[in-house]
């Protein structure tokens, strides 16, 4: 299998990459009361050392008091949390990686299963956690605008200290996919509407904080999905008229990538053709685009919760995509949550040495 196209250099402001080749951020949980530990920086480092041309971190909250649902989901705010990501990245650019934080915040979520909670409610755009299920509160436009700083300032500070990019969580249900869902946004003020585009301008005002904040020269990332943890069939943009008014917007407020969440990179987005969801998002948008879902193992990421395990799988129809232009660049998630030199045996050709993934991963940080 010729991978070569893989392993060429992408270029794009900050980002100076060795390859093509993205871990994918994975929520960990190994953070201690949000502070990321000496194990957390070893695990990123490790990927560094591997040749991973990007890594993009697990989801890092922003300073809302109810921005996570879990106490060991790192912050991005802080001075403790934040010295903990200044280690993160110093060892990281030693050994010769590059590095982005993905900023976050979860929104609406169901109570953590040890029972803590934050000390304030959970917030959303209309008090919803599921369709139907009320749950948290409402956001004011106080707590909206807060918000939108809070993400401008994250992005500030991993821009102070020294990353190379920064990726907004805007998928996956959290509180910007939240905002997007016309099933959870029941706003009647200029944060809701019955289209996504009306829908989608609380992503387009962080967008803009953020690129306020870190200046036009730094790289921006968002990663988006149309599916739902409810719902993994639903599409927010059911045609390319629709995405076209979904994204655009987005991409003119200042985001220079599009990370394209989909569980199956192979599967086409919309009848007619065989792109996926970065193959439309960079046709329609002219942006660059990240790929992602079930690269390099058969299964799925969510079935890994239910004890499921995966085996290596072939490569050669996401090259093929690659080499025709559909996307920039590629995620890779469970291979490099599994194994560090994932990057480095597919370069060299070992693929009798690629391992497979077993839920077990996910209870350690290797």
Known sequence: MNTESLFQPFKLKTLNMKNRLV????????????IPTADVADYYRKRAAGDVGLILSEGTVIDRLSSANDPSIPHFYGEKALAGWDKVIKDVHTAGGHMGPQIWHMGIQADHKSGWVPSVEFEGPSGFVNPGQQKGKAMTESDIADAILSYGRAAADAKRLGYDTVEIHGAHGYLIDQFFWDQLNHRTDNYGGKTIAERSRFAVEVVKEVRRQVGNDFAVILRLSQWKPQDYNYKLATNPTEMDSWL??????????????QRRFWEPEFEGSDLNFAGWAKKITGAATIT??????????TDAFAG???????LEELVRRLDRGDFDLVAVGRPLLADPNWVQKIRDHREDELKGFTAAALAELV
């Open 308 to 314: 499921e395990s995966s085996q290596p799988s072939s």
């Open 292 to 301: 992602v879902g079930s690269v390099g193992l058969n299964g799925v990421f």
């Open 248 to 261: 655009n917007p987005i991409v003119d407020a200042g985001v220079d990538i599009l990370h394209c969440s």
């Open 23 to 34: 871990m994918a951020p994975m929520t960990r949980a190994f953070s201690p009361n949000g």
